[in-house]
């Protein structure tokens, strides 16, 4: 089983819309939690951290569900701009980050 | 602006030569500098992990005689891919968490293509 699995997508969305990405982990140990933003051909960058009371950033809510161990991205009011590929990332101990394999977002005018 | 600096970020080589990356931190000392390859739709995997001073860990399955890792200074880790075959064509990149922050920030990346 891998350590982080993402649904890779795409989801392909109208402007405007709400768009909900999912991301389970297997290590019931694992300490923090991300959410990055890569653009094609580019580097990932940090979106957001994601804390155990579930936090929010502008159109951006990310949640954290330790008793099923999965993570959730929620973007609102979808723009061009946000399309991306959104990656989870996972500490699990010490310097351990696993990646999943990254969700593709493609808001559509 | 970037923390780490990673160079160059596109290269063309020919079969059987050696490539070098470099990374770069810019405003923090890297104790750990984390690399990793990206092959097109596929997620970022871990190649090595690398501390000042000490040799590089490798994670299964990645050659370490061929990725060769060298991490002399707080500041500056380098990443050889030698004797460089067309399958060894990806997307390179490092991080770093930067301090205490459990956060890692990465460098621009490196796309390497071999012919």
């Known amino acids: 089983r891998k350590e982080v699995e993402q649904d890779p997508g795409p989801f392909n969305v109208p402007e405007g819309a709400t768009v909900a990405f999912n991301c389970t982990y297997s290590?019931?140990?694992?300490?923090?939690f991300f959410w990055y933003r890569q653009d094609c051909r580019k580097e990932p960058k940090l979106l957001m951290s994601?804390?155990?009371s579930g936090n929010e950033d502008g159109r951006f809510t990310a949640q954290l569900n330790r008793a099923s161990q999965y993570i959730s991205l929620l973007i609102r009011d979808s723009k061009l701009s946000d399309s991306a590929t959104y990656l989870c990332v996972v500490n699990a101990a010490g310097n351990q980050f696993y990646f999943g394999t990254g969700t593709s977002l493609t808001v559509i005018p | 602006g970037a923390v780490v600096s990673q160079h160059p970020s596109w290269v063309i080589c020919k079969s059987g030569t050696s490539v070098k990356i470099e990374c770069r931190s810019l405003d923090f000392q890297a104790t750990t500098m984390f690399w990793y390859r990206q092959f097109p739709k596929q997620s970022l995997m871990l190649m090595a992990t690398s501390n000042e001073g000490s040799k590089a860990t490798y994670e299964q399955g990645v050659e370490k005689d061929k990725f060769l890792i060298n991490h002399a200074s707080l500041t500056l880790s380098t990443l050889t891919v030698t004797s460089a075959h067309p399958e060894d064509s990806s997307f390179y990149i490092c991080?770093?968490?930067?301090?205490?922050?459990?956060?890692?920030?990465f460098g621009q990346g490196t796309r390497l293509t071999v012919v």
């Open positions: 991080s770093s968490p930067k301090g205490g922050s459990i956060v890692s920030f």
């Open positions: 290590n019931s140990a694992s300490q923090s």
């Open positions: 994601v804390y155990s």
